[in-house]
Nanobody
Framework: QVQLVESGGGLVQAGGSLRLSCAAS????????MAWFRQAPGKEREFVAV????????YYADSVKGRFTISRDNAKNTVYLQMNTLKPEDTAVYYC???????????????WGQGTQVTVSS
């Protein structure tokens, strides 16, 4: 079983920055595919970013490309989401997710954190 705990959310002005962290359990964290999703009130959860187990390959939603950076520190069992140039439309609850099998094609996000709130004011 994998447990994920997000932190780092908060209130920030448009144009500002935040860094989210997701601490994961598991002795084989370095093998996990990890991702960030977000969900705004009244909207479906949407994909934000993903990082492969080796950390050398990442992919981003078009809405955040060039502004957000996903990274990981396998020694700390932690994945990060650096969010720059934040916009009001980035306001959402942000969740991290894990595929412990490290799948690249068709990852199965079987494990989720409880989420951390990010609010961007205009």
């Amino acid at each position: 079983q994998v447990q994920l705990v997000e932190s780092g959310g908060g209130l920030v002005q448009a144009g500002g920055s935040l860094r989210l962290s997701c601490a994961a359990s598991g002795r084989t964290f370095s093998r996990y595919t990890m991702a960030w999703f977000r969900q705004a009130p009244g909207k479906e959860r949407e994909f934000v970013a993903v990082i492969r187990s080796r950390g050398s390959s990442t992919y981003y939603a078009d809405s955040v490309k060039g502004r957000f950076t996903i990274s990981r520190d396998n020694a700390k069992n932690t994945v990060y989401l650096q969010m720059n140039t934040l916009k009001p439309e980035d306001t959402a609850v942000y969740y991290c997710a894990a595929d412990p099998e490290g799948r690249v094609i068709g990852p199965q996000w079987g494990y989720w954190g409880q989420g951390t709130q990010v609010t961007v004011s205009s």
